[in-house]
Structures are given as structure tokens and as C-alpha cells.
């Protein structure tokens, strides 16, 4: 487990643009070192102001966006084209504008694909697709993502694992369906701790004082069933990027700001 490191921004919207010039930089790093990289996206209002950032940046130009492969780290089963749903909130703030691959784009089943309303099929194919990505150099059943972001919700919960509830406990699959989600929608896909801790980088994002709590008790020692948050980490760098509200409430000292 790689200790986190703090970044905190004075508001939410510098935050998402600091964000997506780091994003950038990542990116074109590794596209530099490999000649592609592999990002999984999250949803949510952080996630989705870090797409709007990254569409309005000037430096967005620097990817080779066809050389980009894209994921999610879990997606609410929903009819395709659901506005709701994480893809297409993500094609309307980013991804229509720019250059990517169809085939690089990875979105998990809809509720009206190929495996119908059995969301448990669904996240089985999603979990054979990200095997046939993985390389005999990512040593196990899904790529070394460069970069994984995830938003915190207000209950620690990241991508669709909710405290307590069985998605959160999986050790063995990267992908379930889970069942009886605290919030709207119920049913969604989710990656798995397993699979979010493959990533050689792993970016948390939290904005707003109702991420304050989720925050304080994710960083201070929480176990990951309670707190999934906690769970989720980086095998080379784990990054929490907050703004002043969502670090209102964590213990400093403990955790000094990493530098921007």
C-alpha cells in the first residue's frame, strides 16, 4: 500500500482545472514512455468537472487521444444513452470534442445491450474485456491503468462499493454487479478493490464540505468494509485531490500536502 498524498485547492473549480493539467501531464507521460495510455474515468460532479476542465484546456491538444484507452470504474445499469448514465455524461463533456479510438472506448454494458437486464453477465463480459487488455507485463487480470480516479461520496463510498454492502468484501473478481445501491439507481457495475489497486496510479477526488466527513474518516485509519474509500490505493501513488471545504475536517499533521 503506497501512503497517500494530499493536494488541496482553495475551490472546487481549480481544483478540477489543476486536476486536468495533471491529468495531461500523465497522459502524454505515458504515451511518451509506452506509445499509449489507459485512464479510467469516474462520474459524478468531480469527475465530471474534471472532464469540462480538461475539454476547456488549451494544453488538451498535447494527448494523442487515439492513443488513449478509457474505462470506468463503474457505471449505473441503465439504458444506453441514459442521461444518467457515467459515458454519456462523460461523451457531453469531453469525449464527443476530442479524437479517440471507438474501439479504445470502454464502456460498461448498458441495461439494453447484450446481456440484457442480467447485470451480473454484464459485469462478467466487462471483466473479460479488461483480461483480454492485460499484458503478461501487467502481471494479473487487468491492465496497469496509468491513472484510476474515483469521486468520494459523502458515505466513503467510491466507484459503486458502499460500506458494508457485499461489492466492497469481493477479493477474488475485478468486476460485479451490485445489487441494491444505497442511492439511485440500484443496480449498477462496479470495479472491485482488486481491480482499482492494479492501477500504477490511483486519484481520489473530493469537493465540497458534504465530502468533509467522508474525507476525515477515509484518511484516518478507517478499514475499507466501513469505509471503502480506505481501500483504495495506488500501487505506485495514491493522490487525494480536495478543495479547502472537502479538507476541512482532515488531520493535517498527519497528512501534509503533497506538492502541487
Not at 80 to 103: C, F, K, W
Not at 105 to 125: F, I, K, L, R, T
Request: glycine share 8%; no cysteine; aromatic share 4%.
Amino acid at each position: 500500500m503506497t501512503p497517500p498524498q494530499l493536494v488541496v485547492h482553495r475551490d472546487k473549480e481549480l481544483m478540477a482545472q489543476a486536476a486536468a493539467a495533471r491529468l495531461i501531464t500523465r497522459i502524454v507521460d505515458a504515451q511518451a514512455a509506452r506509445g499509449h495510455a489507459s485512464v479510467v474515468l469516474t462520474g459524478g460532479r468531480n469527475g465530471n468537472g474534471l472532464l469540462a476542465a480538461l475539454a476547456a484546456a488549451p494544453a488538451r491538444d498535447a494527448v494523442d487521444w487515439s492513443r488513449l484507452d478509457l474505462w470506468w470504474g463503474d457505471e449505473r445499469f441503465l439504458p444506453e444513452g441514459d442521461p444518467e448514465r457515467n459515458v454519456t455524461q462523460a461523451r457531453e463533456a469531453l469525449l464527443d470534442a476530442v479524437g479517440l479510438d471507438p474501439a479504445r472506448v470502454h464502456a460498461m454494458p448498458a441495461s439494453d445491450g447484450p446481456y440484457g437486464e442480467d447485470v451480473d453477465e454484464a459485469a462478467a463480459a466487462y471483466a473479460a474485456e479488461l483480461a483480454a487488455a492485460a499484458g503478461p507485463e501487467d502481471h494479473g487480470p487487468v491492465p496497469s491503468f496509468d491513472v484510476l480516479m474515483l469521486g468520494v461520496g459523502p458515505d466513503t463510498h467510491v466507484a459503486s462499493l458502499f460500506p458494508e454492502l457485499p461489492a466492497v468484501r469481493e477479493t477474488e473478481r475485478t468486476v460485479v454487479g451490485v445489487h441494491g445501491a444505497p442511492k439511485p439507481p440500484p443496480v449498477r457495475i462496479s470495479l472491485t478493490l482488486p481491480a482499482i489497486r492494479a492501477a500504477r496510479e490511483v486519484w481520489l477526488l473530493a469537493a465540497g464540505e458534504d465530502k468533509a466527513e467522508a474525507a476525515a474518516i477515509a484518511l484516518s485509519g478507517a478499514g475499507e468494509i466501513q469505509a471503502p474509500a480506505a481501500g483504495a490505493y495506488g500501487r505506485s501513488r495514491t493522490l487525494w485531490l480536495l478543495d479547502a471545504a472537502a479538507a476541512s475536517r482532515l488531520p493535517r499533521a498527519l497528512y501534509p500536502p503533497a506538492s502541487a
